[in-house]
């Protein structure tokens, strides 16, 4: 439990059964509160709501009252996010719903538990409900077609933002998974949007990205820093440079790559993020005035999704700038994920490095998803010695625990269906799902194995039914499609990593590729070229590259081939 938690007068109970058993001996609803350290507005609802001897009184007496942390416990955040956090829900001793606010001044919370007291002593647990997306139904299948692709980027045209950058004409995000399908697809897009992201949301004094802003104008950030955000951000803007060659590209992902080994760093591995500050008044604050403040603290938990996805970026980074530097914060904290929260293939999501028997729940999609995706791309980056020759091996075993206790009908929960609440219920994740996607077609490159394209196929297809409801959130659906229909750009090398002929292969301009340094199959001092499709039809250069100018005619003329060109 985070300390403003421990200062309110509230008596907080972990997530776990025993809270869950007093509601049912009771007979008292549960008060589920979702915080986060980072969450300025989560300490202001400690500090002015919980803390309110009235309030606090009455939680104590007519609720059990259970405090979350949402990056730890992200099942229960994904089950019961009312919007955004704080997320204040209310539920039966069984975990259904009985209603949720987000956050709740004094006044609002007297009103709040009036309503749902009465509401109690009305109907009791019948009043609860289970959100739509629990209740079993079975997720939209259908062919996957061309049509997807050409929806999301149809999707992305109708809601671009013209005049600042960007989807939508809220609050804007910096979506680096819709920007990197938008590199390869509508370029001009993707990079009006990483210039409005680096104009606007990037902390020029002390480095790194804030979380987003609420104005459509990119006005009004939230200050919060995650080291997920920053990681994908830093990729984005690597894989923008790889298309243009603009060191207005190249610089920011090296700045923010700065604040990740520097602010972030806890000398093994990243931390999680760093709070906006009480108040968030710090980051708004000129430069000067700040060196007078406390820095915003910083959460030193070791999350495995996200050291994973910082993993994937600095390796991405270092693949196309040989920055050797960024290469070895990347190994370090690869290195320490698979000693400290990898076994036999299951990922725990977390350790506190303040209590190392604290640790968090395994098999959860998104941590074998991105450790899939960083292993891969450290077997492309490093090569074969990569986590001491063992990175593919360990890649397999993860996605295997992934597939054996995660994929059925067809597709992905986000984690075991068991636990308190609704956590029993399974939830299919589209973007979880994608991102599992994405790793296991790497993977069955790689490795040659035609099972992971299989899975990978019968994911994809689980969700086709339903492409033409998705949006630019969800563009990356679009890759793994059209990844699927039409095949992975693969660039085999003889040479072992490093040479010129792999750092070549790396800096061709597709950031959907698979390169395979030190291949067994290709001669020593050539590249073999071929786009590999998951039903056979594979297309092969009809000869080897010698050189790096070699490589990129055979490159060219491939991919001309095959887009009819």
């Not at 077609?145 to 995000?173: C, M, N, V």
């Not at 450790?371 to 986590?387: F, H, K, M, N």
């Not at 269906?417 to 029993?424: I, K, P, T, V």
Request: aromatic share 8%.
């Amino acid at each position: 439990m985070d300390e403003s938690a421990e200062r309110t007068r509230v008596e907080w109970h972990e997530w776990g059964p025993e809270p869950f058993e007093i509601a049912d001996r009771t007979g008292k609803p549960v008060l589920l509160s979702l915080s986060a350290t980072w969450c300025s507005w989560c300490h202001e609802m400690d500090g002015e709501t919980y803390s309110e001897p009235r309030i606090a009184a009455n939680v104590n007496d007519g609720f059990v009252p259970v405090r979350v942390d949402v990056d730890r416990h992200p099942r229960v955040r994904e089950r019961y996010n009312m919007g955004g956090f704080p997320s204040t829900v209310f539920l039966t001793p069984e975990g259904e719903q009985l209603t949720g606010a987000g956050y709740l001044g004094p006044d609002g919370m007297r009103q709040v538990i009036t309503s749902v007291r009465k509401l109690w002593d009305g109907k009791g647990a019948e009043a609860g409900r289970v959100p739509r997306s629990l209740q079993g139904e079975a997720t939209p299948a259908g062919e996957l077609t061309p049509q997807i692709e050409e929806q999301l980027l149809g999707a992305l045209h109708e809601t671009y933002d013209e005049r600042s950058g960007g989807w939508g004409t809220d609050a804007k995000f910096p979506m680096p998974r819709t920007i990197e399908f938008a590199l390869k697809r509508e370029r001009q897009q993707a990079l009006r949007t990483l210039d409005a992201v680096g104009a606007n949301l990037f902390d020029e004094h002390a480095g790194g990205f804030y979380r987003y802003a609420a104005g459509e104008d990119w006005s009004e950030p939230h200050y919060e820093k995650m080291l997920d955000t920053n990681a994908a951000i830093v990729r984005a803007f690597a894989n923008a440079y790889l298309y243009t060659g603009g060191e207005e590209y190249r610089q920011p992902a090296a700045d923010t790559i700065d604040y990740l080994t520097t602010t972030l760093w806890t000398g093994d591995a990243f931390a999680g993020s760093q709070s906006a500050g009480e108040g968030a008044s710090y980051y708004a604050r000129a430069a000067t005035e700040r060196e007078d403040a406390d820095e915003p603290s910083v959460d030193p938990t070791l999350f495995a999704d996200r050291n994973a996805l910082a993993v994937d970026a600095l390796l991405t980074y270092r693949a196309y700038t040989d920055d050797d530097a960024a290469g070895r914060f990347a190994e370090r904290a690869l290195d320490t994920l698979d000693a400290e929260l990898i076994a036999d293939g299951e990922v725990s999501h977390y350790r506190d490095p303040e209590n190392t028997d604290d640790v968090g729940e395994s098999l959860l999609l998104a941590d074998h998803a991105h450790t899939v995706a960083a292993l891969t791309t450290a077997r492309e980056v490093l090569g074969a010695d990569a986590l001491d020759g063992r990175a593919i091996e360990v890649a397999r075993r993860v996605a295997d625990a992934a597939i054996d206790e995660l994929h059925a009908e067809g597709s992905f929960r986000d984690g075991p269906a068991s636990g308190e609440g609704l956590l029993d219920r399974p939830l299919r994740p589209l973007d979880g799902n994608v991102e599992m996607v994405d790793a296991l077609l790497d993977l069955a490159v790689i490795t040659g194995e035609d099972r992971y394209h299989d899975v990978a196929r019968e994911t994809i297809e689980a969700f086709a039914g339903a492409w033409d409801r998705f949006g630019p959130q969800v563009a990356v659906y679009g890759s793994a499609a059209s990844r699927l229909l039409n095949g992975t750009l693969v660039i085999r090398v003889g040479n072992p990593a490093g040479s010129d002929l792999h750092r070549a292969a790396l800096r061709m301009g597709d950031h959907e590729k698979v390169v395979v340094p030190g291949a067994d199959d290709v001669a020593d001092g050539t590249a073999t070229v071929s786009i590999v499709t998951a039903d056979d039809a594979d297309a092969t250069a009809a000869d080897p590259a010698t050189t790096p100018g070699e490589l990129e005619t055979r490159v060219s003329d491939l991919t001309a081939d095959r887009s009819g060109e």
